[in-house]
């Protein structure tokens, strides 16, 4: 792995880590619930991205995975509490 | 597997420039989630991240595990088509919560949409 | 055959899957995805209010490539909306479109078609099924926008669905 693609993946987990820091600024000033609901989903899929940066990293496929399970889990996260905001209950 | 080994540098650069391709379109998109002034218009710019953020990413990982393996590693195209499936669902239910949760505030939306309910308005 | 297989697309998808799953070819996986693809119409026929026919693959195709195509281009445009938004914020906007589609299977899909094009969220559909509310980040003309929505997607699916 050349000091470019190390370099490049290093800008690019930086970045999304400052992405994942303005998303919780999001997370914690959201008015509303349904702002919160939002930036929590994106935090997911903010990660899941990271760890499919890592995966080309690290050259290993544990990490696809472990994306697929963080992209399952936020979605249902995601959707629960979404669909409690709307009824008051998620499974009627 | 090795990450030892020494790629062609076109297969480095490709990877390396849709790496940062996808990062930049996750800082846009928490940008956007970060200085929009509505829910609404906040909803838009996280699906950024989870299309073209995720084609990006899932690209370079086909490009690189590909040329490490020298053969074709194509799981990664699994990702992109699992958020295709997966966001819009969540998008279309938190924009339903927004409209409830406005209307029973009585907030500046538009009325429900069922013919049977908009009765002397 | 057809009482066989209520819906061969989803097995034939699910086989596929499987062994994209599991990365591998052998004999022990294939039967494995076709015991899969074979049984999940049957365990899923609960769900299931009608069935749905695809009637032009070569139509659907051809609305995949364009739903490709409008994903990229929009995500262009939102991201530089959201960029430019200091000095010209987007005029986002509710906007009602009223449908043709009436197929449940057609209007699921168009949906997720509207919702994945980054710039458009379909918002609420009506009981009787003939408008939609739809949010748009950013709104220049809202006959022109309804129009374009409505030859660009609904009118491929309704070749598709009806």
């Known amino acids: ?92 | 597997m090795n990450s030892l080994q020494v790629l062609p540098f076109w297969v480095e650069v490709l990877t390396a420039v849709l790496l940062v391709l996808s990062s930049l379109f996750g800082l846009i998109g928490a940008l956007g989630l970060l200085r929009m002034k509505d829910f609404f218009q906040r909803m838009h710019p996280p699906a950024l991240a989870s299309t073209l953020g995720a084609w990006c990413v899932a690209l370079a990982s086909i490009v690189y595990f590909s040329a490490l393996k020298e053969g074709p590693v194509l799981h990664a195209w699994l990702i992109p088509i699992l958020l295709a499936i997966t966001v819009p669902v969540t998008t279309l239910l938190l924009a339903r919560t927004g409209l409830f949760r406005k209307r029973m505030a009585g907030d500046d939306v538009p009325p429900e949409v069922s013919d049977g309910r908009q009765q002397g308005h | ?162």
């Open chain 3, 1 to 162: 055959m057809k009482r066989l297989f209520p819906a061969p697309l989803l097995s034939l998808s699910l086989w596929g899957l499987w062994l994209l799953l599991n990365l591998s070819l052998s004999p022990g996986n294939l039967l494995l995805g076709a015991l899969l693809g074979f049984f999940a119409p049957y365990i899923f026929a609960p769900l299931r209010p009608s069935p749905a026919r695809i009637r032009k693959p070569g139509a659907a195709l051809r609305l995949f490539l364009l739903v490709g195509r409008d994903v990229v281009v929009s995500n262009l445009a939102v991201a530089w909306g959201v960029l430019r938004a200091g000095r010209r914020p987007p005029r986002s906007a509710f906007v009602k479109v009223p449908l043709d589609l009436h197929d449940a299977h057609g209007l699921a899909a168009l949906a997720m078609i509207c919702t994945v094009v980054p710039g458009t969220v379909w918002s609420e559909l009506a009981l009787d099924r003939s408008v939609l509310l739809m949010h748009v980040f950013d709104l220049d003309d809202e006959a022109a926008f309804i129009e374009h929505f409505k030859s660009t997607y609904e009118r491929p699916l309704m070749e598709i669905f009806q």
């Open chain 1, 1 to 92: 792995m050349s000091a470019l693609l190390t370099n490049a993946i290093l800008f690019t987990l930086s970045v999304f880590t400052l992405a994942m820091v303005l998303t919780l600024i999001r997370l914690f000033k959201g008015p509303s619930a349904q702002d919160r609901v939002l930036a929590l989903d994106y935090l997911y899929i903010l990660a899941m991205l990271m760890m499919l940066v890592l995966g080309i990293r690290y050259a290993s496929d544990t990490y696809f995975e472990a994306a697929l399970l963080i992209a399952l889990f936020g979605f249902v996260g995601s959707f629960a509490l979404a669909k409690f905001l709307l009824r008051g209950e998620v499974i009627e």
